[in-house]
């Protein structure tokens, strides 16, 4: 993959970096390279001195593409890219304010690490080849900046060395302050990168994770006549991700908002972190509650503490995208594994699904409705094939990748069958398959934000503050929010029903889901183990 064609950088002429605003944006750039002697080694760090050496290694480890997930891939091409995406946690150390107290709203914070790797080879050199990664480390999870940004300082990288991340770094620092929930246009040498934020109530809250407080994260309720509210990770591939099984989204949406465990396994880095993406953008305008990490790996901290748990003990409400099979041993007892995507194919090209609001393709699109699906679903060959993934057990993908989910947990919600007529087959034309995905996604993301809103609509009383005393200030007496009380909640729901649109689409025991949904926030909360002073 090249990078954008009308993008130069005069590499003669000395940055300058205003590392304050920087810090706006992007935390570091690196540069990681896989040593085999040595394993993975950062390189290059700009600017320097921005991370520990336990640090380092967390960001180098989870920078390269799982080794065993690769297997498939046996006859490889000379070069190899993708793009993917990761979440971390950091441990800071707790500043004292005026008064000498610790500041625990920097103690703990989540890095999102996003990726260009290149695999190169060359049967010239040890082992055959080699492989390395530029890295954008953020704690902003702007996808939507820096996925292109990467496909730009990426190339710019393995052409002109570490003078790619200095010029990349000073023409950032020069951009405005982020402004979530606008389109901005970011200029970057003589290319421009236009790029629309999640708005503030999609960004996860930072200090102390805490799942009660990210539980109540509601963004406002949006009249029909405006336009659709977009999330967290907005642009992210639903309907490609989930495309084998889209029956079940219904079923992931409702673990998503009572803060089930998920494990999502697929084949590579670009479509793993895609779908755990996917999976949080479907419950806009709710923040997701639960820890997600669209990328994990065995060196991440957090791993050591769920290998340990027991059978019997509660898995932690996490979303765990992996590509290493030895996850379905080793966290056995996470109670719903998805599988998605498809074993890659031979190719040079950029693992990495882009995705336009312009553009036509040529020829006749087929209808992807629900007649389609369930003949296919419920064929006799579909049918003993399902039997058979269910005997077997998620263990099976050992040997052989298949898109399905294992889960005990029955739904509530039913498909929306109109939804899935409306979806659109694109066939086997690239160009079509860009455009028809964006319709796709589109249609499953309008469905959903209404699912969620309407499921929400029982609890907006209690986010409404009380009008304010007369001669009070709102700033020294801030209104409060009504006390909510679980029991008298679900009571008073069960009386009068959560409304026409959730009763079509649920079965009976839809008070259950609510009930679930209150509970999640006495759900257990992870501890990462944060001990700096």
């Known amino acids: 993959m090249s990078r954008f064609p009308s993008f130069s950088v005069r590499t003669e002429v000395s940055p300058s970096v205003d590392s304050e605003s920087l810090q706006r944006w992007v935390v570091a750039f690196c540069a990681i390279r896989f040593d085999l002697e040595q394993g993975q080694l950062v390189e290059e760090c700009y600017p320097q001195g921005c991370f520990s050496h336990d640090e380092e290694l967390e960001i180098a480890y989870s920078s390269f593409p799982d080794s065993v997930s690769q297997h498939q891939n046996q006859n490889r091409s000379s070069i190899h890219d993708c793009i993917f995406f990761y979440r971390i946690h950091r441990h800071l150390k707790k500043s004292l304010d005026e008064k000498g107290v610790a500041d625990s709203s920097n103690a703990s914070k989540f890095l999102y690490g996003y990726v260009f790797n290149r695999q190169r080879h060359d049967e010239r050199l040890k082992r055959g080849g080699e492989q390395k990664s530029v890295v954008i480390l953020s704690y902003s999870p702007y996808s939507s900046v820096f996925r292109p940004l990467l496909q730009i300082v990426g190339p710019l990288f393995f052409d002109i060395g570490k003078k790619a991340l200095e010029h990349i770094a000073a023409y950032v620092s020069k951009w405005p302050a982020p402004l979530p929930g606008k389109v901005m246009d970011l200029p970057i040498g003589n290319a421009t990168l236009k790029v629309n934020l999640p708005p503030a109530h999609g960004l996860p809250v930072e200090g102390e994770l805490s799942f009660e407080e990210g539980a109540s994260s509601v963004a406002p309720f949006v009249p029909n006549s405006q336009p659709v509210p977009q999330g967290l990770f907005h642009d992210s591939d639903i309907f490609g991700s989930f495309r084998g099984i889209l029956l079940q989204l219904w079923l992931l949406w409702e673990l998503l908002l009572i803060g089930e465990p998920m494990l999502i396994i697929a084949p590579t880095p670009p479509q793993c972190c895609e779908a755990v993406a996917s999976l949080v953008s479907l419950v806009a305008p709710l923040l997701c509650s639960v820890d997600f990490r669209p990328y994990f790996t065995i060196h991440d901290p957090v791993f050591a503490r769920l290998n340990s748990i027991q059978e019997g003990q509660a898995f932690p409400p996490m979303i765990l995208g992996v590509t290493n099979v030895f996850f379905l041993k080793a966290l056995r007892n996470i109670p719903h594994i998805v599988s998605v995507g498809s074993p890659p194919l031979n190719s040079n090209r950029l693992a990495l699904t882009t995705r336009s609001s312009t553009g036509r393709g040529s020829g006749r699109p087929e209808g992807l409705g629900f007649q389609q699906l369930s003949l296919k679903k419920f064929s006799p060959s579909s049918l003993l094939s399902a039997v058979r993934l269910r005997r077997d057990g998620p263990l099976c993908l050992m040997t052989e990748h298949k898109e399905a989910i294992w889960s005990i947990y029955s739904a509530t919600t039913k498909p929306d069958t109109s939804i899935l007529n409306r979806l659109i087959d694109a066939g086997v034309s690239p160009r079509v398959e860009e ?55 679900l009571a008073s729901l069960s009386a009068r029903g959560p409304g026409k649109f959730i009763l079509k689409r649920m079965k009976s025991n839809w008070l259950d889901l609510y009930r679930e949904g209150v509970l999640l926030r006495n759900k257990n909360k992870i501890d990462y183990g944060d001990k700096q002073e």
């Open 435 to 489: 455009s028809m995905s964006v319709v796709n996604n589109e249609i499953l993301r309008r469905h959903f934000l209404e699912l969620t809103t309407n499921f929400l609509a029982p609890f907006s009383p209690y986010f409404r503050t009380s009008t304010p005393l007369e001669g009070s200030s709102p700033y020294v007496d801030p209104p409060s929010l009504p006390p909510f009380n679980a029991d008298e909640f």
